[in-house]
Structure formats: structure tokens, C-alpha cells
């Protein structure tokens, strides 16, 4: 938590141009930072302040990066949890974290939570699924109550992640909720392009690199995956003290991490 602070001070305040692809969610997400910047105006009209939005897509999709770059834009507070790091605490930890949580994010308005992983507490409740675990019930009913205890005049937005919103307990998803949906999709090949222009902006690239070539070769990467591929053919780079990263070290790259994919397929049960 606090952690928009740190990260104004390591001087890496995140934008919308570090998002690249997801056009339709960048969108929709954008509407959002008028309000944050001009919350009178809004309240002026009588319209209702957006509460919580949930963003739905697979892993690595940019669902973090895009919350970052909301708070980036709209220049306000960012205060991050991930929701999968309360299984395993003692009852009442997860509860009593999001209660503080939502009190620093009220008391720094205007500001954004983001909660990552919201199915690891999120699940239908009572349902004996997960063991019947009482400390993920109890902190999922501690974010249902913090989300209906906003008075109207705090200018703070929930965003949640996940990847299985149809697990999701239908009181999450109710008015005054998470009862806006934005989704990400795995980019496109046009789009896997994009987010390799944006991860190799600091990248010296030597002449032969084809970024169209490099984007057709990884169908059904993430960006996250687009990611790992650009630092993984610096590294490759590096390890031959060579001063630019050629064509040969994305080629060596792609097939590393399509390996390393197909090795952890292969072990799963
Ligand atoms: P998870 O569900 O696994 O938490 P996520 O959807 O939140 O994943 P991020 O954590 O935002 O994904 O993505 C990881 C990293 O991958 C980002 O920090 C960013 O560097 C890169 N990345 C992902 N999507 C994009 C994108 N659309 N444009 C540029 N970079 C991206």
C-alpha cells in the first residue's frame, strides 16, 4: 500500500502509452480519470460516483498495468492488494488488511485501490468449495462491506482483477459494486506489435529486427509473455557482448519461452 508514493520517487509513473493494444478497455478505463480529476463536476450533475470496476481477462493481459496508468493519469493515490495473499493467514488478518486499506485510501483521496486476484477471496460463499475457509469469507465480506460504507463524497474507485469473473459471488457484482465490467483480451497480432514497440523503447535494435516478423511469431502471447520476450533476447544479446539485439536473439527468445510453456502444460495434472 502507499505504493503510488514510491513509485513517484523511483520516478516511473505509469501512462496510458505504456499500454499498448486494449484500446476498448483503455476507453472505458479513461472515463474514469475525469471524474477522479473533476469529482465535483460530476456531483454537481447528481450523478452517481463509479464505485467499482472489474477488470476481466487471462493472466498477463496488462489488468495491473492498467490500473497503474489510470492512477498515472489521473494523478491520484494507488493502493494495491492481491487478494490470493490472505489463504493463508490467520482469520481476521485479510479482514482487518482491507479495513486499513480502505481507511489510508479515503484518508488519501482522491485515489485508487486495486484489488489483484479477487476470485482467490471472491468465490461464491458457502459453498464448502476451497474448504469452507473462513478467513477468504471474511475478507470478502470485509470488501462487500468497505464497498457499501462509501458515503458518496470520498472520491476513491475500486478496480479488481481477475481472470474467472463466472466464479465470482453474485453480491460482488451488485449496483453500487463491481457493476462495471471492462475485459482485456489476449493482443492480436497488430496489437502483440504494439507492446513490443513499447518494450523496446530502451532496447538498442539492430537493423535486421522485423518487429511485424517478431509479432506473427507469438500467437497467443501475453503482453507479460511479450515482455519476457524482449528482456530474454537482451539477455541473449548481453551473454554474446554484442552492442544490439538482433532478429537471431528474438528468434532464440520465442522458442525458449514456447518451450518453457509447452514443459509446464506437459507437468500439469
Ligand atoms: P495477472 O492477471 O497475471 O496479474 P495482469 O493482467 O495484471 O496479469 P500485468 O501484471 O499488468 O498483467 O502485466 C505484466 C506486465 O506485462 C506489465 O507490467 C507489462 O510490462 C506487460 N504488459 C502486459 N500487457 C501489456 C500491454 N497491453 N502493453 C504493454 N505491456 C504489457
Given at each position: 500500500?502507499?505504493?503510488?508514493?514510491?513509485?513517484?520517487?523511483?520516478?516511473?509513473?505509469?501512462?496510458?502509452?505504456?499500454?499498448?493494444?486494449?484500446?476498448?478497455?483503455?476507453?472505458?478505463?479513461?472515463?474514469?480519470v475525469e471524474f477522479l480529476k473533476h469529482p465535483e463536476e460530476f456531483k454537481k450533475l447528481g450523478a452517481e460516483a463509479p464505485r467499482g470496476?472489474?477488470?476481466?481477462?487471462?493472466?498477463?493481459?496488462?489488468?495491473?498495468?492498467?490500473?497503474?496508468?489510470?492512477?498515472?493519469?489521473?494523478?491520484?493515490?494507488?493502493?494495491?492488494?492481491?487478494?490470493?495473499?490472505?489463504?493463508?493467514?490467520?482469520?481476521?488478518?485479510?479482514?482487518?488488511?482491507?479495513?486499513?486499506?480502505?481507511?489510508?485510501?479515503?484518508?488519501?483521496?482522491?485515489?485508487?485501490?486495486?484489488?489483484?486476484?479477487?476470485?482467490?477471496?471472491?468465490?461464491?460463499?458457502?459453498?464448502?468449495?476451497?474448504?469452507?475457509?473462513?478467513?477468504?469469507?471474511?475478507?470478502?465480506?470485509?470488501?462487500?462491506?468497505?464497498?457499501?460504507?462509501?458515503?458518496?463524497?470520498?472520491?476513491?474507485?475500486?478496480?479488481?482483477?481477475?481472470?474467472?469473473?463466472?466464479?465470482?459471488?453474485?453480491?460482488?457484482?451488485?449496483?453500487?459494486?463491481?457493476?462495471?465490467?471492462?475485459?482485456?483480451?489476449?493482443?492480436?497480432?497488430?496489437?502483440?506489435?504494439?507492446?513490443?514497440?513499447?518494450?523496446?523503447?530502451?532496447?538498442?535494435?539492430?537493423?535486421?529486427?522485423?518487429?511485424?516478423?517478431?509479432?506473427?511469431?507469438?500467437?497467443?502471447?501475453?503482453?507479460?509473455?511479450?515482455?519476457?520476450?524482449?528482456?530474454?533476447?537482451?539477455?541473449?544479446?548481453?551473454?554474446?557482448?554484442?552492442?544490439?539485439?538482433?532478429?537471431?536473439?528474438?528468434?532464440?527468445?520465442?522458442?525458449?519461452?514456447?518451450?518453457?510453456?509447452?514443459?509446464?502444460?506437459?507437468?500439469?495434472?
Amino acid at each position: 500500500t502507499g505504493s503510488a508514493e514510491k513509485e513517484e520517487k523511483a520516478g516511473r509513473r505509469v501512462t496510458f502509452d505504456d499500454v499498448a493494444g486494449q484500446e476498448q478497455a483503455k476507453k472505458e478505463v479513461a472515463e474514469l480519470v475525469e471524474f477522479l480529476k473533476h469529482p465535483e463536476e460530476f456531483k454537481k450533475l447528481g450523478a452517481e460516483a463509479p464505485r467499482g470496476v472489474l477488470l476481466v481477462g487471462p493472466p498477463g493481459t496488462g489488468k495491473t498495468l492498467l490500473a497503474r496508468a489510470l492512477a498515472g493519469e489521473a494523478g491520484v493515490n494507488f493502493f494495491n492488494i492481491s487478494a490470493s495473499e490472505f489463504i493463508e493467514m490467520f482469520v481476521g488478518v485479510g479482514a482487518s488488511r482491507v479495513r486499513k486499506m480502505f481507511d489510508e485510501a479515503k484518508k488519501r483521496a482522491p485515489s485508487i485501490i486495486f484489488i489483484d486476484e479477487l476470485d482467490a477471496v471472491g468465490r461464491v460463499r458457502g459453498t464448502g468449495l476451497g474448504g469452507g475457509n473462513d478467513e477468504r469469507e471474511q475478507t470478502l465480506n470485509q470488501i462487500l462491506s468497505e464497498m457499501d460504507g462509501f458515503s458518496g463524497r470520498e472520491t476513491v474507485i475500486v478496480l479488481a482483477a481477475t481472470n474467472r469473473p463466472d466464479v465470482l459471488d453474485p453480491a460482488l457484482l451488485r449496483p453500487g459494486r463491481f457493476d462495471r465490467h471492462v475485459t482485456l483480451e489476449l493482443p492480436d497480432k497488430l496489437a502483440r506489435k504494439a507492446i513490443l514497440e513499447v518494450h523496446t523503447r530502451k532496447v538498442p535494435v539492430a537493423k535486421d529486427v522485423d518487429l511485424d516478423l517478431v509479432a506473427a511469431g507469438c500467437p497467443g502471447f501475453s503482453g507479460a509473455d511479450i515482455k519476457n520476450l524482449v528482456n530474454e533476447a537482451a539477455i541473449a544479446a548481453a551473454r554474446e557482448h554484442v552492442d544490439e539485439v538482433a532478429m537471431r536473439h528474438f528468434d532464440e527468445s520465442r522458442d525458449k519461452i514456447i518451450m518453457g510453456t509447452v514443459r509446464t502444460l506437459a507437468i500439469q495434472p
